[in-house]
């Protein structure tokens, strides 16, 4: 695989002259980079997938609401079927996960509770939605999602998360021929660096700079299809599933919790849409005393398949990222006085 990604390193010089024209043409306002009349904060990372901004916005969103802001999530809404401008929640009603993706219907599902307080829109024109935003709802904050390469609006603060089980080798080249979106020399544009340890213990060592904060995953538990923790799960035979960038990471996790024989892992495709026939399948590794654990992410594409909800017993692992709080509220409002 790797002798494969260096037949693509003269493509990723393309990229590289591609990228610093365009970052070229933003320093002389050729390319347009907009005001926003409310705080944003654009989370982000520097690699292709699983590094973590999910669990980053979601702890952001809960930071934030707990200071009595008015919090606007936008996002493009990977993988959604819609197109164009999506309002995913609009502080009352909730769209349904085609039109939003599954990441934005997790975050959702979470802060469906803040109602005329918390506001979801999904749209490749981070402009557009922003200023539709701002009209709309007169957010205090609007928080963008995977916005680090995206220039065309002006940000108060940058954050970066950056994956910290990564892959050295394909980590440290450009696209296609390597994971990075741009060189490394880009981290000096983040105002904050989280580095995310996931399921790891944090290293204390590597978080000293001023701008670099640690973070790792602590589970909250496992839940039903009510949202309600399931704690009567010892001595079960689990059935293991995910669509995630890193499913690997997942599946280490949950061995590691020992409460439950494992009987299967099964790892699909990053953002996968499940379909029947996987169903089918799911329910064909099914065996006496069997439950089926995934993530809070895949359980939600799951929801409109109710029978199997009601027929077995599939709970997902509930993950928060866990973090300095007080040392990235004291940067934010040294930057913004917030």
Do not use: W
């Amino acid at each position: 695989m790797r002798y494969l990604r260096l037949i693509l390193l003269p493509f990723s010089l393309i990229y590289f002259i591609i990228i610093s024209l365009r970052k070229i043409l933003y320093k002389l306002d050729i390319l347009k980079s907009h005001e926003i009349q409310a705080l944003v904060i654009s989370v982000g990372n520097n690699t292709t997938g699983g590094t973590g901004k999910t669990p980053l916005c979601i702890f952001l969103i809960d930071l934030l609401l707990s200071l009595d802001k008015k919090i606007c999530l936008i996002s493009r809404g990977y993988k959604r079927s819609s197109k164009g401008l999506v309002v995913g929640f609009d502080g009352d009603n909730p769209d349904v996960i085609e039109n939003t993706g599954d990441e934005l219907m997790m975050i959702i599902n979470r802060f469906s509770s803040f109602t005329g307080r918390f506001f979801v829109l999904a749209d490749n024109n981070r402009v557009r939605a922003a200023n539709y935003a701002v009209k709309k709802f007169k957010p205090d904050i609007i928080i963008l999602d995977d916005a680090f390469q995206h220039l065309s609006i002006k940000r108060d603060i940058d954050i970066l998360i950056r994956d910290c089980d990564s892959d050295g080798f394909t980590d440290k080249l450009l696209l296609p021929a390597g994971n990075l979106r741009e060189p490394s020399s880009s981290f000096g544009r983040a105002d904050i660096i989280i580095n995310n340890f996931k399921f790891s213990d944090m290293n204390e060592a590597s978080g000293k700079n001023t701008i670099t904060v640690n973070s790792s995953y602590i589970s909250r538990g496992f839940y039903d299809k009510y949202n309600v923790q399931i704690s009567d799960i010892n001595n079960k035979n689990a059935i293991v599933f995910s669509g995630l960038a890193k499913n690997e990471s997942f599946f280490q996790f949950i061995r590691n919790i020992r409460k439950f024989k494992i009987i299967s892992e099964i790892g699909y495709s990053d953002h996968h849409d499940y379909r029947l026939n996987d169903i089918e399948d799911l329910i064909s590794y099914n065996e006496e005393n069997s439950i089926y654990i995934t993530t809070e992410k895949d359980f939600a594409k799951l929801r409109k398949y109710t029978d199997f909800l009601i027929n077995f017993e599939v709970y997902y692992l509930k993950i928060d990222l866990i973090t300095d709080k007080n040392r990235i509220l004291n940067i934010i409002n040294s930057i913004t006085n917030l």
